[in-house]
């Protein structure tokens, strides 16, 4: 039980600076900037959708006048990110990843700082080494390893975490309301930035309300409270003023069966793949995250052996530590640990991990247990093996064991280049006042802040979700394409979505179409129209010279085979394809009908579609476009669609430019797995161009 300090009222902290805090800081700082520059740089999902575009909608107003253009990210606080993404745009891309690199070291001093003060009954050295591995442990996880100098805000918030928890057991008894005052300012600043950390602030209220005895409790408490209401309306209010403009929910689009704003569903919208449904995950989970068994709490593998160790070692350990129960002097001498301190860090664990398995679940938000984890484990060594010596020796063999057996997870790298993006915008693209269009859920609004600044942005598919043109958002999103005056476009990723085009009176011209290469992702962006104005009201995005037109022929078929790549074949019932191409014949395959085509001299680009039906439903279809220069590989493309119902005509478009050196080009129709069918290619035009 935490007992109020009976120190005099006068009292004053201090915290004098030690060396050996600052060195481990430094080293921290330093190891995880070199980390980062072996990793390269970041390019994870989160960045591209919605970090680096929330930034952008933020500073420059454009809540209300994009309409999804990160998808539901959109609508999440951009205020966490705002220094990375100011970071990537002043700085070069090694010292911005460095940089924030060295943010996430600054996590090894806080463990450390951390655990040297629970550590009251260890000797000097003893106790040093023991914080040491237990911080080392605690930094060396599967996710904050992955995260080390990228644009998550779950890199640095779970900082916020431990500093709350160090200013809790800065004092040898109970806190002052001064520095219960300052943890509740960490944690509501981590929530705020991030509605996820709500859980960690919930979770210490409910250890200060079980840990206090009256005189003190409800100043304390009430101190607590104070400051996280406070930090977390000035991190997250501001955002949720402009929310509630904009869509009438402060928390848009979550809880929206309590605050019923008419532009989304009356539903409290979660993504419930993770969180844990029933009491046995509690510890079933743990077991399948030490087997690399992931797919229940992350989107990508990673291998985590602590929290098995730390759900085995809790059940006995809860007997000693138990909050009535009290502890004798002689156990008190005997412990590495001040009692008080142990007993708030294990139940501000426990606490927390419940939360957070059964409202999100998600790994990545579990970051700051992670962080603990090393801490938590000696805690537990040090309740259940009453010898010092006998219990440091089993905490060293456990966190060594989990340092080995951890597998950091991937979120994508790239190697360090002169600009973050990589990315240059043809001079066409610079027109201003253009409305972009995005008819799939490709992570595509990261191009936004290098468009011109009065262009806007509206999409029609977001997170996979087809948006109704006739309620929710559907109706601002029609009448933002009925009412723009300018050139209208559409920025495809992944695939044209016609159908959906098509609902919102938008047609596109795919013979007239542009490429954006970036750093991890290809798109095209194509003249469009207002379907009732007619295709003569488009505005051409280039000026090209039709070279020659192909005509597939029909009757096509492929069966699908699991993992095998395009040969050079073409297996075909029907006429030769006409035009002047040279069509060579490369044999009979029976897992892709494929062609090879020798460009006209002078063509720069191919563009075009290719008609098929499967006779299966949802099966995904790749059409592989591959250039050669004799028979070496210069430039691919693999544009893909699902198709949603057998036996219907569907249509997969075709876009590439040539590169310089290429002699030939190799278009492949197949399936993407075996058990995806057999798809006949129905028909199709292909038209090489010139540009002017």
Known sequence: MIQPSDSRPGRKSTLPVRMDLLAVTLLGMAAFALYTLYLGKDANYDLRNYHYYGCYCLLNGRAGYDLYAAQFGSFLNPLPYLPFCWAIDHLKPMAAGALFGALAGLGLGLLYGLTWRMLGGAPGRTRIWLSLLAAIAGVWSPQFLSMAGTSFSDAWTPLLVILALYAVVCEHDAPSRRLIFAAGLALGLAAGCKLVNSVYAIALLLMLCIGFRRPGFVSRIVAYCTGVVLSALAAGGPWALVMVREFRNPFFPFFNAIFRSPYFAPENFSDPRWKATHLAQVLSNPLHWAAESSALSSELPFRDLRFAIIAILFLPALAVVLPWKKTSQAQTRRSLFNPNHRTLLLAFFLFSYLLWLFTFGHQRYATPLELLSGAAILALCDCLIENQIAAQRAFAALALLTIIWVRPADWGRRPWGRTWFETNIPAALQVPSALYVIPDSALSAYLAPMLPRNSRFVRIE????????????????????????????????????????????????????????????????????????????????????????????????????????????????????????????????????????????GATQISGEVRFVTDRDNAPIIVDLIWYHGSEVVGRASPSTDVNRAGRECSIPVLMERPSSADSLLLNVRPWRESDGIVTVTGGELVWWRRR
């Open 462 to 601: 977001a997170n996979g979700r087809a948006l109704p043109p006739d309620r929710w958002l559907g109706p601002r999103v029609r009448q933002a394409i009925d009412a723009h005056v300018g050139p209208i476009r559409v920025l495809e990723g992944e695939r044209f979505n016609l159908d959906a085009l098509a609902r919102f009176g938008v047609s596109v011209n795919r013979d007239d179409c542009l490429k954006i290469q970036t750093y991890a992702d290809e798109f095209t962006v194509c003249s469009a129209y207002r379907t009732a104005s007619g295709e003569q009201s488009a505005a051409p995005l280039t000026r090209r010279q039709e070279l020659a037109r192909l005509q597939l022929p029909d009757r096509l078929r492929a069966p699908g085979v699991a993992g095998r790549e395009p040969e050079r074949g073409w297996e075909f019932s029907g006429p030769p394809l006409p035009g002047p191409a040279d069509l060579r014949p490369r044999g009979r395959f029976d897992d892709q009908v494929s062609v090879t085509l020798k460009p006209p001299q």
